[in-house]
Every structure is written in C-alpha cells, then in structure tokens.
C-alpha cells in the first residue's frame, strides 16, 4: 500500500497520516512514513519522543550527503551532477523507527523556477521515487499541497491519493486544485477524508460539494486531538475515537484499492 495524503494546511492530513501509520504497524506491517511537509508535523502525529525527534534532520538540508551523492554543492545551479544518485541505503541510515513505524523527514524542494533543477530536488525525487517503486513496506507520504516531492517516473505506483478536506469551501477548493495536480501526474485514484466534522451536515456539505471524489469516510472535531498536539503525543495514544475512525477509513481504502 503506497498512500500520499494531501490537503490544505491545518486540515488534519498529518493527523491521518500518523494515525493511519500507527494502526498499519499495530497490524504488524512493515510501514514507512514520510514527512514531505515543510511544517514538518509528522513526528510528533505519530508520537516520537524528544529523544528520538533529536536523530531526525530533513535530508534536503544534509549539505555534505548531498554533495556527496550527487557530485555538487547543494543549491548550485547550471552545474553538472548525477542524475541517478545512490539512495537506496537512505531510509534505513537516515529513518527514525517507533512503534514499528520508521519516519524519513524530506524537507523543502526549493522553489527557484517552480521545481528548480538542481542537486536537491533531483536526489528528493530519485528517493522519492525509489521508495514508492522498490521498497515493499506500506508507504505514507504526507503531502504539502503542492505535491512538488512527486515525479511523474513514481506516481503510477501510488495506490492513492488521499485528500483531507474540511467543511469550509477554502478546503473544498484546495481538493479541487489537488486533485487537478494528481491528474496532471497520472495518479489514478483520488479519495476524500472529511475532518472537523461536527454534524450529519457537515458530512453532507463534503459530499455534495465533492461528489466527484469517492469518500473513504470521516474524522469528528476532536479536542483530544488538540490535547495531544499540546502534550507531543500521538491521537492514536490518547484517543479511542480517532483509532475507530481511522480503521474505518482504512478498511473503506484498502476495499477501494
């Protein structure tokens, strides 16, 4: 199962994403989860103490790695580098394991150009890519809008694109650009999950403003959720409702896919 999980900011992706890596690893799959948000929140929805955040850096900001893998300075531009450069050692060298769930931190693919050319993106994508082709765990990628850290040579290997919306037509708008950028990449399955869903209307408003997208389910407006943000834990460690809701979500995708 290769999932990335999109949507606008603050809409609770990063919630799903750790979540859902926490059930996957309970069920005793092999499962690697991806930070490729700038926000970089993921650690702390899966529930990584302090200790173990320490270990972790966004491999766009390893300068020394990079020069090394690629044959150029980080940030150079119109200078030749290798297309095609080792990455395969890099989850296991370079991935923080909790609970069964081993978490890479990606960082920024900077935006010089929109999508700049350049030492970084090139080894991001190549990674990217050879985690969605030749690894075999179940893979959660946690998205930023914009999708940048996919290529088109990896998305045919995404089982899903998962969007996180929220009943506000900002977020609606946002799955509406999303979905046009999968398209646009050849990622032939595009999902919703409501969050902050208070009421049966709520959960109509996304459905009947979405209902071009199959719904996979919904997560309720939560304050637990809150809490665990506050104390650094993991929703999965401090609440019942949120693992049930996510199991359904799951069980509705793994139907689906």
């Not at 980080?74 to 060298?93: A, C, H, R, W």
């Not at 693919?109 to 700049?116: S, T």
């Not at 902050?196 to 919904?218: A, C, M, N, W, Y």
């Amino acid at each position: 199962m290769k999932i990335a999980i999109s949507g606008k900011g603050g809409v609770g992706k990063t919630t799903l994403a750790g979540v859902m890596a926490r059930i996957l690893a309970h069920r005793g799959r092999k499962v690697l989860a991806i930070d490729a948000d700038p926000d970089s929140n993921l650690a702390s929805a899966i529930g990584l103490p302090k200790e173990a955040l320490a270990k972790l850096s966004p491999i766009a900001s390893m300068t020394s790695m990079i020069e090394e893998r690629t044959g150029a300075k980080k940030g150079s531009y119109g200078t030749m580098f290798k297309l095609n450069p080792k990455v395969d050692d890099i989850p296991d060298e370079m991935g923080v394991s909790y609970q069964g769930v081993k978490l890479l931190l990606l960082g920024c693919i900077p935006q010089g150009g929109g999508g700049c050319f350049c030492p970084e993106n090139v080894l991001l994508k190549n990674l990217v890519r050879h985690l969605l082709v030749q690894r075999d765990e179940a893979l959660i990628i946690d998205m930023e809008a914009g999708l940048e850290h996919l290529g088109r040579g990896s998305t045919g290997y995404v089982d899903a694109l998962v969007i996180v919306v929220e009943p506000g037509q900002r977020a609606m708008n946002t799955a509406r650009q999303i979905k046009k950028l999968g398209e646009d990449l050849k990622i032939k399955n595009t999902m919703i999950v409501g969050n902050k869903v208070t009421s049966d209307e709520d959960r109509r408003l996304i459905e009947e403003q979405l209902s071009d997208f199959p719904v996979l389910g919904h997560m309720s407006f939560n304050p637990k959720i809150l809490q665990a943000d506050r104390e650094g834990k993991s929703p999965y460690d401090i609440d019942e409702k949120i693992k049930e809701e996510v199991e359904a979500i799951l069980t509705e995708l793994e139907k689906k896919i």
